[in-house]
């Protein structure tokens, strides 16, 4: 019979992804969206036909249980959240009930409709915010650094909780940060490739950033939902760190960035405060060995590679807006 997957957060980057290998491997997809009138369906248009789009909403419990009882999914991949750090600190309390107690409700949805759902939680590599070792494992502490990285702790660990009391077939994947050119304009790797390109095509003059310092461990989205996959296909539910084990600076995403359209980072970037965030996370890098031996699972897709797809996604983008707008 054809597996059924549900998807939250159909409309996100790793939503889109996730939908396009889960409809490679021949998967009915059904991708939940929240009743909006400002739905953008741009990141999946081009699979859109291929996939059922059904109304929930991680706010309401009640919304959640009728989608699992009326479409029966064999696997749930929550990664629905508010899901910007910034953010986070002006909208607190939202991304409290959205990106913590929405997994919760979910959850519920899962044990009152059908306990045999393999269910997938997107937890992050926020969560170890003020790192307390260097690489993180699936062994270190947390100590997270904003509300939102707070909130996906909760999401964690309510998803552990609920694994180990109920005997669900849940797990966690700690994902570092991971890009691609379907990246939010908000994020700060997305707010770089697409300045570059404005500017490189004389469009905009200079970058505006806040701390340059804070190193990440990037990888390329379209990897990492391979290993959300490979984790649901496990006999045992267990969490995964997914991570390329590599770290680089901000600076070092500008210096490539700009560098591949032969620019200069330092005639362009300027520093603001207004950028910064209240308590910043200085060091992140995982170590992906569980994923490596157990998933056999490690990302192809090089820090440079994914830099310069960035950057060309985005020359792109903005040449076909000029165009459009001729």
Known sequence: MTRKALITGLTGQDGSYLAE???EKGYDVI???????????ERIEHIQDDIEIVQGDLLDEMSLINVIRQHRPDEIYNLAAQSFVQTSWQQAVLTGETTALGVTRMLNAVR???????????SSSEMFGKVLEVPQTEETPFYPRSPYGVAKLYGH??????????NLHATSGILFNHESPRRGLEFVTRKITNHVARIKQGLATELRLGDLDPQRDWGFAGDYVEAMWLMLQQDEPQDYIISTGETHSVQEFCELAFGHVDLDWQDYVVQDKAFMRPAEVDLLIGDPAKARKELNWEAKTSFQELVEMMVDGDMDLVARQQRERA
Request: proline residues 0%; glycine residues 2%; charged residues 25%.
């Open 21 to 23: 290998l889960l409809l």
């Open 157 to 166: 660990w309510i998803t552990v909780n609920y694994r180990e009391s109920y």
């Open 112 to 122: 009152e409709a059908d306990n045999d759902v393999r269910f997938y939680q997107a």
């Open 31 to 41: 991708g939940m969206v929240r009743r909006t009138s400002t739905i953008n369906f």
